[in-house]
């Protein structure tokens, strides 16, 4: 459902600066649960993804069309998660250091971009 509501937002942001300036497509898209990213990239049903509505399936078609890339992120290494889990001291230091100065080098450099 995240992963979905991110590729929404993504898609609304691409477009609004294609209006100002071109934008880089495809968007990526950081996701550390492995089983969103299967069902992202696989059209496959069974009796635990068929409760998912269609509406949901927005970023399968986002991601074939080309416009997202969903990579998987360490879970340590997400940056998203000092604001949505309870983190050690260690993680919650190294993404609140790197968010208060703006900048989150140390996570793309991690990533191997």
Partial sequence: MSLSDGAKETTFTAYLLNEIATVELPSII???NTGAIF???NKQVGGRTKHIDVRHHFIRE???C???RVQYVNTEKNPSDLLSKN???RIHDLHASNISIGTLD?????QGE
Avoid: A, F, M
């Avoid at 140390?106 to 991690?110: A, G």
């Fill in 62 to 64: 986002k991601v074939e």
């Fill in 106 to 110: 140390c996570w793309t450099r991690d």
């Fill in 66 to 68: 080309g416009d997202i």
């Fill in 87 to 89: 983190v050690i001291t």
């Fill in 39 to 41: 069902l992202s990239k």
């Fill in 30 to 32: 950081s996701e550390d």
